[in-house]
Protein backbone atom coordinates (compact mmCIF):
# COMPACT_ATOMS: atom_id res chain seq x y z
CA UNK A 1 0.00 0.00 0.00
CA UNK A 2 2.20 3.13 -0.82
CA UNK A 3 -0.20 5.81 0.53
CA UNK A 4 0.20 9.24 -0.89
CA UNK A 5 2.97 9.63 -3.34
CA UNK A 6 4.01 12.92 -4.38
CA UNK A 7 6.55 13.95 -7.57
CA UNK A 8 9.00 15.43 -7.80
CA UNK A 9 10.95 15.72 -4.56
CA UNK A 10 12.84 18.55 -5.41
CA UNK A 11 12.19 21.25 -8.32
CA UNK A 12 14.39 24.20 -9.61
CA UNK A 13 11.87 26.59 -11.54
CA UNK A 14 13.09 30.00 -13.45
CA UNK A 15 10.40 32.86 -12.91
CA UNK A 16 7.78 32.66 -15.42
CA UNK A 17 8.37 28.88 -16.07
CA UNK A 18 5.67 26.31 -15.17
CA UNK A 19 5.48 22.79 -13.97
CA UNK A 20 3.21 20.28 -12.58
CA UNK A 21 3.77 18.80 -9.24
CA UNK A 22 1.80 15.26 -9.23
CA UNK A 23 0.03 13.64 -6.26
CA UNK A 24 -1.83 10.19 -6.24
CA UNK A 25 -3.13 8.43 -3.36
CA UNK A 26 -3.87 3.90 -3.78
CA UNK A 27 -6.36 4.66 -0.65
CA UNK A 28 -9.40 4.91 -2.42
CA UNK A 29 -9.91 8.67 -0.44
CA UNK A 30 -12.30 11.08 -1.09
CA UNK A 31 -10.68 13.92 -0.09
CA UNK A 32 -7.30 15.64 -1.54
CA UNK A 33 -5.73 18.89 -0.53
CA UNK A 34 -2.28 20.91 -1.70
CA UNK A 35 -0.79 23.06 1.49
CA UNK A 36 2.26 25.19 1.53
CA UNK A 37 4.67 25.06 3.76
CA UNK A 38 6.86 28.56 4.93
CA UNK A 39 9.31 29.38 7.73
CA UNK A 40 7.54 30.23 10.63
CA UNK A 41 3.82 30.01 9.01
CA UNK A 42 1.39 26.85 9.63
CA UNK A 43 0.65 24.96 6.29
CA UNK A 44 -1.80 26.61 4.30
CA UNK A 45 -4.27 25.07 2.45
CA UNK A 46 -4.14 25.67 -1.09
CA UNK A 47 -6.47 23.78 -3.29
CA UNK A 48 -8.24 21.06 -2.35
CA UNK A 49 -11.09 18.61 -3.73
CA UNK A 50 -13.85 15.93 -2.11
CA UNK A 51 -14.27 13.79 -5.23
CA UNK A 52 -13.32 13.62 -8.71
CA UNK A 53 -14.74 16.36 -10.72
CA UNK A 54 -15.30 18.93 -7.85
CA UNK A 55 -12.31 21.00 -6.37
CA UNK A 56 -12.24 24.46 -4.68
CA UNK A 57 -10.16 26.91 -3.19
CA UNK A 58 -8.75 26.98 -0.47
CA UNK A 59 -6.61 29.98 1.60
CA UNK A 60 -3.85 31.00 -0.82
CA UNK A 61 -5.25 29.48 -4.34
CA UNK A 62 -3.80 32.58 -6.41
CA UNK A 63 -1.12 31.05 -8.91
CA UNK A 64 -2.16 27.83 -8.46
CA UNK A 65 -4.43 25.65 -10.45
CA UNK A 66 -5.91 22.20 -10.39
CA UNK A 67 -8.09 19.51 -11.59
CA UNK A 68 -9.81 16.50 -10.31
CA UNK A 69 -10.43 13.60 -13.23
CA UNK A 70 -10.04 10.80 -11.18
CA UNK A 71 -10.12 9.31 -7.39
CA UNK A 72 -6.18 8.87 -7.40
CA UNK A 73 -5.01 11.92 -8.68
CA UNK A 74 -4.87 15.27 -7.85
CA UNK A 75 -2.03 17.46 -10.02
CA UNK A 76 -1.29 21.10 -8.64
CA UNK A 77 0.21 23.70 -11.56
CA UNK A 78 1.88 26.52 -11.32
CA UNK A 79 0.97 28.47 -14.03
CA UNK A 80 3.85 31.30 -14.28
CA UNK A 81 6.20 30.59 -11.55
CA UNK A 82 7.25 33.31 -9.11
CA UNK A 83 9.94 33.70 -6.41
CA UNK A 84 6.85 34.29 -3.80
CA UNK A 85 6.11 30.35 -4.71
CA UNK A 86 9.31 29.17 -3.24
CA UNK A 87 8.05 26.98 -0.42
CA UNK A 88 7.52 23.28 0.68
CA UNK A 89 4.10 21.60 -1.06
CA UNK A 90 2.40 18.76 0.49
CA UNK A 91 -0.47 16.66 -1.10
CA UNK A 92 -2.77 15.50 1.68
CA UNK A 93 -5.57 12.49 1.71
CA UNK A 94 -8.26 11.54 3.94
CA UNK A 95 -11.43 9.57 3.71
CA UNK A 96 -13.67 11.80 5.00
CA UNK A 97 -14.30 15.09 7.14
CA UNK A 98 -11.94 16.07 9.64
CA UNK A 99 -12.13 13.43 12.26
CA UNK A 100 -10.77 11.04 9.64
CA UNK A 101 -6.77 10.36 9.62
CA UNK A 102 -5.00 12.51 7.00
CA UNK A 103 -1.87 10.87 5.09
CA UNK A 104 0.93 13.32 3.64
CA UNK A 105 3.12 12.86 0.63
CA UNK A 106 6.70 13.50 1.10
CA UNK A 107 6.96 16.76 0.15
CA UNK A 108 8.02 19.00 -2.82
CA UNK A 109 10.89 21.41 -2.02
CA UNK A 110 10.02 24.42 -4.98
CA UNK A 111 12.58 27.21 -5.73
CA UNK A 112 12.00 29.38 -7.71
CA UNK A 113 14.61 32.01 -9.02
CA UNK B 1 -5.21 35.57 16.52
CA UNK B 2 -4.61 32.28 15.01
CA UNK B 3 -7.35 29.50 15.64
CA UNK B 4 -4.58 26.98 16.53
CA UNK B 5 -1.72 28.38 19.09
CA UNK B 6 0.89 26.14 20.40
CA UNK B 7 3.58 26.15 22.56
CA UNK B 8 6.53 26.41 22.76
CA UNK B 9 7.66 27.34 19.50
CA UNK B 10 11.18 25.60 19.88
CA UNK B 11 12.02 22.91 22.85
CA UNK B 12 15.49 21.57 23.64
CA UNK B 13 15.75 18.73 25.59
CA UNK B 14 18.34 16.52 27.42
CA UNK B 15 18.32 12.65 26.03
CA UNK B 16 15.73 10.75 29.00
CA UNK B 17 13.92 13.98 29.69
CA UNK B 18 10.14 13.62 29.76
CA UNK B 19 8.21 16.24 27.14
CA UNK B 20 5.14 17.89 26.95
CA UNK B 21 4.18 19.70 23.83
CA UNK B 22 0.91 21.89 24.32
CA UNK B 23 -2.03 23.02 21.41
CA UNK B 24 -4.69 25.78 22.16
CA UNK B 25 -7.49 26.00 19.80
CA UNK B 26 -10.69 28.57 19.22
CA UNK B 27 -12.86 26.56 17.08
CA UNK B 28 -15.30 23.73 17.74
CA UNK B 29 -13.62 20.53 16.48
CA UNK B 30 -14.17 16.84 15.40
CA UNK B 31 -10.96 15.41 15.77
CA UNK B 32 -7.40 16.71 17.02
CA UNK B 33 -4.19 15.79 15.14
CA UNK B 34 -0.77 15.16 16.14
CA UNK B 35 1.98 15.01 13.02
CA UNK B 36 5.66 14.78 13.41
CA UNK B 37 7.88 16.37 10.63
CA UNK B 38 12.01 15.23 10.73
CA UNK B 39 14.04 17.41 9.27
CA UNK B 40 13.43 17.88 5.48
CA UNK B 41 11.22 15.05 5.70
CA UNK B 42 7.04 14.18 5.00
CA UNK B 43 4.77 14.73 7.34
CA UNK B 44 3.33 11.72 9.49
CA UNK B 45 0.19 11.20 11.35
CA UNK B 46 1.12 9.97 15.30
CA UNK B 47 -2.62 10.72 16.45
CA UNK B 48 -5.97 11.37 15.90
CA UNK B 49 -7.78 11.81 18.79
CA UNK B 50 -11.54 13.86 19.88
CA UNK B 51 -11.67 12.59 23.58
CA UNK B 52 -9.59 11.30 26.30
CA UNK B 53 -6.36 9.88 25.91
CA UNK B 54 -4.36 8.01 23.58
CA UNK B 55 -1.13 6.47 24.06
CA UNK B 56 1.76 4.44 21.10
CA UNK B 57 5.15 3.71 22.51
CA UNK B 58 6.46 6.49 24.65
CA UNK B 59 4.01 9.28 23.14
CA UNK B 60 0.69 10.29 24.64
CA UNK B 61 -1.65 12.58 23.49
CA UNK B 62 -4.40 14.11 25.17
CA UNK B 63 -7.14 16.06 24.75
CA UNK B 64 -9.65 18.49 27.11
CA UNK B 65 -12.67 19.61 24.66
CA UNK B 66 -14.10 21.54 27.20
CA UNK B 67 -10.81 23.80 28.02
CA UNK B 68 -9.99 23.66 23.84
CA UNK B 69 -6.95 22.14 24.92
CA UNK B 70 -4.29 18.78 23.96
CA UNK B 71 -0.59 18.17 25.11
CA UNK B 72 1.73 15.43 23.55
CA UNK B 73 3.87 13.83 25.91
CA UNK B 74 6.73 12.35 25.22
CA UNK B 75 8.68 10.11 27.62
CA UNK B 76 12.24 8.92 28.11
CA UNK B 77 13.26 11.14 24.96
CA UNK B 78 15.74 10.38 22.19
CA UNK B 79 17.34 12.14 19.97
CA UNK B 80 15.73 10.26 17.14
CA UNK B 81 12.72 12.12 18.60
CA UNK B 82 13.93 15.57 17.21
CA UNK B 83 11.50 16.99 14.64
CA UNK B 84 9.02 19.42 14.56
CA UNK B 85 5.78 18.64 16.06
CA UNK B 86 2.56 19.87 14.34
CA UNK B 87 -1.04 20.43 15.98
CA UNK B 88 -4.18 20.25 13.27
CA UNK B 89 -7.72 20.20 13.90
CA UNK B 90 -10.73 19.05 12.36
CA UNK B 91 -14.13 20.15 12.22
CA UNK B 92 -17.16 18.94 10.36
CA UNK B 93 -16.06 19.01 6.68
CA UNK B 94 -12.85 18.42 5.18
CA UNK B 95 -10.43 20.46 5.98
CA UNK B 96 -7.47 20.72 8.49
CA UNK B 97 -6.31 23.79 10.08
CA UNK B 98 -2.63 23.59 11.50
CA UNK B 99 -0.81 25.02 14.42
CA UNK B 100 2.63 26.68 13.70
CA UNK B 101 4.48 23.75 14.81
CA UNK B 102 6.87 23.20 18.03
CA UNK B 103 10.56 22.44 16.96
CA UNK B 104 11.67 19.75 19.03
CA UNK B 105 15.37 19.21 19.33
CA UNK B 106 16.90 16.11 21.96
CA UNK B 107 20.72 16.16 22.81
CA UNK B 108 22.57 12.86 23.44
Known sequence: NAGVTQ????QVLKTGQSMTLQCAQDMNHEYMSWY??????GLRLIHYSVGAGITDQGEVPNGYNVSRSTTEDFPLRLLSAAPSQTSVYFCASTLGTGNTEAFFGQGTRLTVV | KNEVEQSPQNL???EGEFITINCSYSVGIS???????????GIVSLFMLSSGKKKHGRLIATIN?????SSLHITASHPRDSAVYICAVGGSNYKLTFGKGTLLTVNP
Open chain 1, 7 to 10: TPKF
Open chain 2, 65 to 69: IQEKH
Open chain 2, 12 to 14: TAQ
Open chain 1, 36 to 41: RQDPGM
Open chain 2, 31 to 41: ALHWLQQHPGG
